[in-house]
């Protein structure tokens, strides 16, 4: 390329680019790569009265597109021109039409039409099969190559697990290209599969992603650096496609002109890398504005040159579908457009019959209205049907606020007004009988009027049960989609695993079910147990190894017990104490570290004769807690520190009082070795009395609530807003009567009878009548059901149910609770059993509030009550036949008859 060539087209350039630098011009001719012949011949060209207005118009030829192109790039002109037919950015030729035209438009007649003539058939043969023509010279029948990769593409989905009918059906709804279906072909050939996510290119992920919505075999395409959902993985990062986003963040370099990590946007000739910002304001992005002279960038190019976003004013006009004056996108002949209009089809409303925009995401029961009519109030004629524009003349537009709480953010329309999404939630479940027709349907406004009378058509009917709820996949409601996604998880793992999907179908909440299913760990442990060929027990749980996650870290064995409790709950294992269990698997580890021989056979013993059938006792009788497994292992780790401590003065044979006395008073925590030394004493094994192994000093408790503190707590539960319903009930049966954590949790719902006069409630052997208005706050715990949004909980028989199946709510998670409220649990339940005690017999004590006859008598001793002497009046009787245990249940202690429970509780001031 000469320079007098590039100086004389610059030269041309100049005067039909007025605002051009003619610097500019010739860069972007030298480094546009055409020759010197060329260039040579365009210049020629550029004389006839075709190439008059070149490069704003299109010229024919691949000098004048290169050329057009580098100017273009280099931001001289604002487009490459076109195919005079169809548009598109490419090399032109003139094939006999009167304007340039690409080679795919061909010929074409002053109408536009083609002026292809008719194809010569004696240019073709017979493709290898006979069944359809082909080229003279071509080597591959299409039509051949096109059922052949449609029969290979058949062929896969019905591995996938469809009927050879139907996938011939579902590929033929994919609506993909013959090129693309032959591309997909090919990949299956070589071994790829439709049921690898993210696999392929990006024609075989679009297609596959086509597949997932008919198909649950084929995952839609997933980023596997953030498991979301995507399009199409286009970017390779070492062995994986991931996403854009993905991509960006893990290529992050210092940008040179911020000085921070962003994505790359460019390079400079030293191979600095550029953020988009920085980029945006580079020297040689920026160009003088022809209007102010500032150096800035560019917003627009005119005949008077560059135009800086310093001086450029968008142009603005009322829209002719929104009738808001927005900014101008696209004039068309009937009007001007917005953007948000622009990049929306326009169709005639149902209403006003003009045609704009239909919005489609927050109108649910104004379907086919604008988006002017959707906004408008919706009022009822004589008929209860919408009335028309006349009949909301005059009302004004009430804005986006919700009519049910006056929320602004996410507004919905609905047939009776604009709803929040909660709000929205409430009307599409409200289902009453229907004040026109009197069927029990999903109804508006007030009194209620289904959508049918209305005459509006609202959706959300279910197409497999009818139910008008709100819609999930495929046109489902809730509870039939979480039926399909569980037979889909665990149908296929035989009867136990149907029973479990039945379980799970049955959920009164399906869609926190659903979310269950998607996202608990418990899922791919469970379905693991249920694909075993072997009936399931106990001990395949035991036995597996916990496993270890991608990161190097080690889950909890949580996962492990919540599928156990799942399994137990469903009746696929039998039920069993996990406390028991969980103290044996702990002794054997104990036990096993015991050294010599003789202590760990003694140890054992005591282990059997003592410690388990004790725990095992409370586990059948359901009182076993948490602190009774603490007690156990506190008993064992008691006798093998004793054992330990003792074993270089001699055998346990060898132990004296004095050695017993010296080792309970080093530390009250020796006092765990206490029941090991009584079993031993009753085997023979050392040689002292009972008495000489003292009881742990009683202390009175020292965590005890002021008494106003306490009334005052007990108002506000009773009457104050504010506080969850099983807060405020397990509130006040600390506060008022006293109970232990552990207790409150077990309660049943058998234990409660809300359908009685006053609701009573059974805390001990005998039913306890609540004051109002603490049975309604009880009926209201009962009506409202589970807090627990996990499933196998909506059945469950507490009161107070956990999240594991078939579990009640722990004592620690309730203290925790309560704490977050700022009720302090252990010195409230000091203070109502110190303030009962103090004026109720304790024989009335347990057998309202369920206290073993011991303890209520500690407590009115501690109290100093007026029945303070009941016990040694009781023993002076003649009832003191057992010494552990009196049954108080045999006679009362006075003479006088027990006082009303409720006019205590109403002198206490707990009304």
């Not at 940008?255 to 030293?270: L, N, Y």
């Not at 948000?340 to 089809?345: G, I, K």
Request: with cysteine.
């Amino acid at each position: 390329m000469t320079s007098e060539s590039v100086t004389r087209l610059s030269a041309i350039l100049s005067d039909r680019l007025p605002g051009a630098d003619p610097q500019d011009l010739a860069a972007a001719i030298a480094g546009s790569g055409v020759s010197r012949i060329g260039l040579a011949r365009l210049v020629g060209r550029l004389a006839e009265p075709s190439a008059a207005r070149w490069p704003h118009t299109a010229l024919s030829g691949i000098v004048p597109f290169q050329l057009a192109t580098a100017l273009h790039a280099a931001g001289i002109i604002l487009g490459v021109p076109g195919c005079s037919h169809c548009g598109r950015a490419r090399v032109l030729e003139l094939y006999g039409s009167p304007e340039p035209t690409c080679h795919s438009c061909a010929k074409r007649n002053a109408d536009g039409s083609s002026a292809r003539g008719p194809r010569n058939r004696t240019s073709l043969k017979a493709c290898p099969a006979g069944r359809h023509h082909m080229g003279r010279t071509a080597r591959l029948c299409l039509p051949c190559a096109d059922e052949q990769a449609t029969a290979v593409i058949e062929a896969a989905v019905v591995e996938a697990g469809v009927p050879t009918g139907r996938a011939r059906t579902i590929v033929a709804e994919t609506a993909t290209p013959p090129r693309a279906l032959r591309q997909i072909a090919r990949w299956l050939q070589a071994g790829g599969s439709l049921a690898d996510p993210g696999a392929g290119t990006v024609v075989i992920q679009r297609f596959r992603n086509r597949l997932s919505t008919q198909l649950p075999a084929i995952k839609h395409t997933t980023c596997p650096s953030c498991r979301q959902p995507r399009a199409a993985l286009r970017n390779r990062d070492g062995d994986d496609l991931v996403c854009l986003n993905c991509y960006f963040r893990r290529h992050r370099e210092i940008c040179r002109s911020c000085r921070r990590e962003k994505s790359v946007a460019w390079r400079d000739e030293d191979g600095w890398a550029w953020c988009g910002n920085c980029r945006a304001t580079h020297p040689e992005a920026m160009k003088p504005c022809s209007l102010c002279g500032r150096l800035g960038t560019v917003a627009a190019r005119g005949d008077a040159g560059v135009i800086g976003h310093c001086c450029y004013t968008y142009p603005q006009d009322e829209c002719r579908s929104c009738e808001q004056r927005r900014r101008v996108a696209v004039r068309t002949e009937d009007g001007p457009l917005c953007q948000r209009c622009a990049t929306r089809p326009l169709e005639p409303c149902v209403r006003c019959g003009e045609v704009r925009w239909i919005p489609r995401l927050k109108t649910r029961g104004r379907a086919g209205w604008c988006v002017i009519c959707v906004e408008l109030p919706v009022l009822l004629d004589e008929d209860g049907l919408a009335a028309g524009d006349e009949a909301a003349a005059g009302i004004g537009e009430p804005g986006a606020v919700c009519t049910g709480c006056g929320t602004k953010n996410s507004v919905v329309y609905m047939p009776d007004g604009q709803r929040c999404q909660d709000c929205r939630m409430v009307a599409m479940r409200r289902r009453e009988g229907c004040s026109r027709c009197g069927r029990t349907r999903r109804v508006f406004f007030d009194p209620g009027i289904c959508a049918d009378c209305l005459g509006i058509d609202i959706g959300g009917v279910c197409a497999a049960c009818g139910m008008e709820d709100l819609l999930y996949a495929e046109g489902r409601c809730a509870s039939c989609e979480l039926a399909r996604r569980a037979d889909r998880f665990f149908g296929g793992t035989g009867e136990p695993g149907r029973a479990v999907a039945r379980r799970l179908a049955a959920s009164t909440r399906p869609v926190s079910t659903m979310h269950w299913l998607a996202r608990s760990p418990v899922v791919p442990v469970l379905a693991d147990l249920l694909r075993r060929p072997e009936p399931l027990v106990h001990e395949d749980l035991d036995a597996i190894v916990t496993p270890t996650r991608t990161d190097g870290r080690t889950d909890r064995r949580q996962a492990i017990e919540n599928a156990r409790l799942i399994l137990v709950a469903s009746g696929i294992l039998p039920a069993r104490n996990e406390l028991s269990h969980r103290y044996e698997t702990w002794a054997h580890q104990v036990l096993a570290t015991v050294e010599p021989a003789s202590e760990r056979w003694l140890l054992l013993q005591f282990h059997r004769d003592q410690v388990l059938p004790s725990l095992q006792s409370r586990c059948r009788s359901g009182k076993a807690t948490t602190g009774s497994l603490s007690w156990a292992q506190k008993q064992l780790r008691g006798a093998a520190d004793l054992l330990a401590w003792w074993r270089p003065k001699g055998g346990i044979a060898d132990l004296a009082r004095a050695d017993v006395d010296t080792w309970l008073a080093e530390s009250s925590t020796h006092y765990g070795a206490r029941d090991f030394l009584l079993w031993a004493i009753r085997r023979g094994l050392v040689d002292f009395p009972r008495s000489a192994v003292p009881r742990r000093p009683h202390k009175s408790p020292t965590a005890i609530e002021d008494h106003e503190v306490r009334a005052d707590l007990v108002r506000t539960l009773l009457h104050d807003e504010g506080y969850p319903t099983d807060i405020r009930v397990a509130g006040l049966l600390v506060a008022l009567y006293g109970q232990h954590l552990s207790r409150i949790v077990r309660i049943e719902c058998s234990q409660v009878e809300t359908d009685a006069d006053p609701v009573r409630i059974k805390l001990g052997s005998q039913w306890l009548e609540l004051p109002e208005p603490f049975g309604n706050h009880l009926r209201e715990l009962i009506a409202s059901g589970p807090r627990r949004r996990t499933p196998f909980t909506d059945q469950t028989r507490w009161l107070f149910p956990g999240y594991g199946a078939g579990t009640h709510l722990s004592a620690s998670r309730m203290g925790i609770r309560l704490a977050a409220h700022g009720i302090r649990a252990t010195p409230m339940r000091n203070m109502a059993l110190f303030q009962i005690a103090a004026t109720v017999q304790p024989s009335t004590l347990g057998r309202l509030l369920g206290l073993h006859p011991v303890t209520a008598v500690k407590w009115v001793n501690e109290s100093g009550g007026v029945y303070a002497n009941y016990w040694s009046q009781f023993l002076a009787e003649g009832h003191s036949g057992d010494d552990d245990l009196v049954d108080l249940e045999d006679g009362d202690a006075d003479d006088e008859p027990d006082e009303d429970p409720l006019d205590l509780l109403d002198e206490l001031g707990i009304q």
